[in-house]
T-cell receptor, first 113, second 112 residues
Framework: DAGVTQSPTHLIKTRGQQVTLRCSPI?????VSWYQQVLGQGPQFIFQ???????GRGNFPDRFSARQFPNYSSELNVNALLLGDSALYLC????????????FGDGTRLSIL | QKEVEQDPGPLSVPEGAIVSLNCTYS??????FMWYRQYSRKGPELLMY????GNKEDGRFTAQVDKSSKYISLFIRDSQPSDSATYLC????????????FGSGTRLSIRP
C-alpha cells in the first residue's frame, strides 16, 4: 500500500511569493496534519484536518492556510513568503482524529531566496 | 522551559552496543508517547507508540515510559549501522492528535 505522498519534493521561491504544497494520505486515513521542520529541530504542528474540517491550529501566522478535499487529500498554502519559511514541510495522516499514531510523508523541502 | 527536552547528541556507539535515547517532559497532560526515526532527507518513520507507563518491546526496540518522573526512553539492542539516524520523541494528550509535541531529535551514529 502506498504511504503518505507529498508533492513537490523540492521547491525554490523568492520572498513575497505564494506556495501550495500537496498531500495524499494513506488510503482509508481521514485525518491529515501539517508540520514545519526547521533544520536541527523536531516537527512543529501547523494544522490538523479531519473530515474536511479544521480541528487544530498551531502557532503560525495567518499567512498559512490549508484545506482538505472530499478524497481526504490536503493542500497547505503559504502567502507572502519570508526567508524564515525555509523548511521541510511534512504531512502526516492517521485513521481518525485522535489516539492514533500519525504516519509521515517525506515532505516538501521549501527554500526561500 | 520547553515542554519536551531531548539531548541533540550526536551520539556515536560501536555496532552491537545497546543504545539508550531519552526525553523528559513537563506537561502531565501528555498521555500518548511515540518514537520516530528520521533518516536524512526523509520523513519521520513511526517506530513505537504507547499510552501507558512501563515497557513495550518490538524486536530490537524497547520503549519505556515513567509518568511519575515524566521521563521516556527508547532502547535499541544489537545496534546496526542501519540504525544511524535522528530519533525523535513525540508526546501528546489523550484527546487530541493536534497537540503532539516533538523533541528536537537525537542524532545517532553506529560505527561498524
Amino acid at each position: 500500500d502506498a504511504g503518505v505522498t507529498q508533492s513537490p519534493t523540492h521547491l525554490i521561491k523568492t520572498r513575497g511569493q505564494q506556495v501550495t504544497l500537496r498531500c495524499s494520505p494513506i488510503s482509508g486515513h481521514k485525518s491529515v496534519s501539517w508540520y514545519q521542520q526547521v533544520l536541527g529541530q523536531g516537527p512543529q504542528f501547523i494544522f490538523q484536518y479531519y473530515e474536511k474540517e479544521e480541528r487544530g491550529r498551531g502557532n503560525f501566522p495567518d499567512r498559512f492556510s490549508a484545506r482538505q478535499f472530499p478524497n481526504y487529500s490536503s493542500e497547505l498554502n503559504v502567502n507572502a513568503l519570508l526567508l524564515g519559511d525555509s523548511a521541510l514541510y511534512l504531512c502526516a495522516s492517521s485513521l481518525v482524529q485522535e489516539n492514533q499514531p500519525q504516519h509521515f510523508g517525506d515532505g516538501t523541502r521549501l527554500s526561500i531566496l | 522551559q520547553k515542554e519536551v527536552e531531548q539531548d541533540p547528541g550526536p551520539l556515536s556507539v560501536p555496532e552491537g552496543a545497546i543504545v539508550s535515547l531519552n526525553c523528559t517532559y513537563s506537561n502531565s497532560a501528555f498521555q500518548y508517547f511515540m518514537w520516530y526515526r528520521q533518516y536524512s532527507r526523509k520523513g519521520p518513520e513511526l517506530l513505537m507508540y504507547t499510552y501507558s507507563s512501563g515497557n513495550k518491546e518490538d524486536g530490537r526496540f524497547t520503549a519505556q515510559v515513567d509518568k511519575s518522573s515524566k521521563y521516556i526512553s527508547l532502547f535499541i539492542r544489537d545496534s546496526q549501522p542501519s540504525d544511524s539516524a535522528t530519533y525523535l520523541c513525540a508526546l501528546g494528550p489523550y484527546s487530541s492528535a493536534s497537540k503532539i509535541i516533538f523533541g528536537s531529535g537525537t542524532r545517532l551514529s553506529i560505527r561498524p
